[in-house]
């Protein structure tokens, strides 16, 4: 079976949702699955829910958690890389079914690593390995490279009222 790139950007809320969702049904399907996750630190609830599909499912968080408002530290970059460098030895192996890059496009987009390090990453998956890759402000060159784009577009949201994110939705 062939593999696809899919990317979920967007302003919008859910990439990360989606991406856990399509993980919850490949783990349902009894496939292979390895999530990595950039700038976040891997204390969300949705990782949280992962590690009870511990047999099937790896996650590897590779981030502070820090939001991002000004220029990242040095450790920031080095996580990144770090993680860069863990997924494209995953994908080479090619020994799982699903590997989530959840962030990878807001990590780009901060400079942590390049847009041509982020492809050159995609091009060593394995062909029937699925990838799916997340974060606002996707680059045009992983939009053109990708097979499946879905931009998820904020129309109103209760965090402009105040509503602080909460956890077990937002987090």
Known sequence: MKGFVHVYT?????????????????????????????????RSS????????????????FGTGRFLTSPPAPAE???ARRGLARVRSV???GAHDLVVMDEACVAVSWGLFSIEDLLSVVEAKAV?????????????Q????????????????????GVAARRGIEQ
């Not at 949705?46 to 968080?61: D, H, N, P, W, Y």
């Open 10 to 42: 967007g302003n919008g809320k859910g990439k990360t949702s989606a991406a856990m969702g399509l993980v919850l049904r490949a783990a349902g399907a009894g496939l292979s699955v390895f999530v990595s996750q950039f700038v976040k630190d891997g």
């Open 46 to 61: 949705e990782i949280l829910g992962l590690k009870r599909f511990s047999g099937q499912v790896q996650v590897a968080a």
């Open 77 to 79: 970059i080095s996580a």
């Open 91 to 93: 994908l080479e192996a």
């Open 128 to 140: 029937s390995t699925e990838l799916v890759i997340t974060g606002r402000d996707a680059p045009v």
């Open 142 to 161: 992983l939009i053109a490279r990708a097979d499946l784009v879905t931009e998820m577009r904020e129309i109103k949201h209760y965090f402009h009222s």
